[in-house]
T-cell receptor
Framework: AQTVTQSQPEMSVQEAETVTLSCTYD???????LFWYKQPPSRQMILVIR??????QNATENRFSVNFQKAAKSFSLKISDSQLGDAAMYFC???????????FGKGMKLTVNP | SQTIHQWPATLVQPVGSPLSLECTVE??????LYWYRQAAGRGLQLLFY??????ISSEVPQNLSASRPQDRQFILSSKKLLLSDSGFYLC????????????FGSGTRLTVV
């Protein structure tokens, strides 16, 4: 079964600094999609960024970008110019191309210090 | 635009009581629907998913059940709640391409006492 691992349960960053959240996954498939979700204190799950496995170019969304290393099965999220509103739980997730299911990592709590 | 409604937001129920959580989606047809549970300090566990009316797949054997009586309605139920059923329950939907991931509801915090 596919697994998603977020090895760092907590991280902190200073406001305006850059932080990188790590994620690794295990799969034997070639067609899959990777996601980062944010869960602020409100508990609403918000999609931050996504990446198709067949695309070599790393996805970017404003201050959020990923470092997708397919051979290493690594999918890290970089947050630039961190803001207080970035404080949240961040979940890495994997979805196989032919599957209905989204598999989540256990999450990582990000604290942003003013 | 598509929206997802989930209620109630908070629920406190005694052990042994029944449960019914409802989720509805607007603005789309034939969505895939999902129920996830998030226990304290843990990730999201997929409980059930549905690709159509009355088509339910269970991921984890437990005393919970799910039903989809209408295309855009997904219900999570239990006949008798256990203390271990406490947690945060999230409904989600997706359509079409897996690229789009899921869209989540606002969740229900269930406390079984």
């Amino acid at each position: 079964a596919q697994t998603v691992t977020q090895s760092q349960p907590e991280m902190s960053v200073q406001e305006a600094e850059t932080v990188t959240l790590s994620c690794t996954y295990d799969t034997s498939e070639s067609d899959y999609y990777l996601f980062w979700y944010k869960q602020p204190p409100s508990r609403q799950m918000i999609l931050v960024i996504r990446q198709e496995a067949y695309k070599q170019q790393n996805a970017t969304e404003n201050r959020f970008s990923v470092n997708f290393q397919k051979a290493a099965k690594s999918f890290s999220l970089k947050i630039s110019d961190s803001q207080l509103g970035d404080a949240a739980m961040y979940f890495c997730a994997y979805r196989e191309g032919g599957s209905e299911k989204l598999v989540f990592g256990k999450g990582m709590k990000l604290t942003v210090n003013p | 635009s598509q929206t997802i409604h989930q209620w109630p937001a908070t629920l406190v129920q005694p052990v042994g009581s029944p449960l019914s959580l409802e989720c509805t989606v607007e603005g789309t047809s034939n969505p895939n629907l999902y129920w996830y549970r998030q226990a304290a300090g843990r990730g999201l566990q997929l409980l059930f998913y549905s690709i159509g009316i009355d088509q339910i797949s269970s991921e984890v054997p437990q005393n919970l059940s799910a039903s989809r009586p209408q295309d855009r309605q997904f219900i999570l139920s239990s006949k008798k709640l256990l203390l271990s059923d406490s947690g945060f329950y999230l409904c989600a939907w997706s359509v079409g391409q897996p690229y789009y991931g899921y869209t989540f509801g606002s969740g229900t915090r269930l406390t079984v006492v």
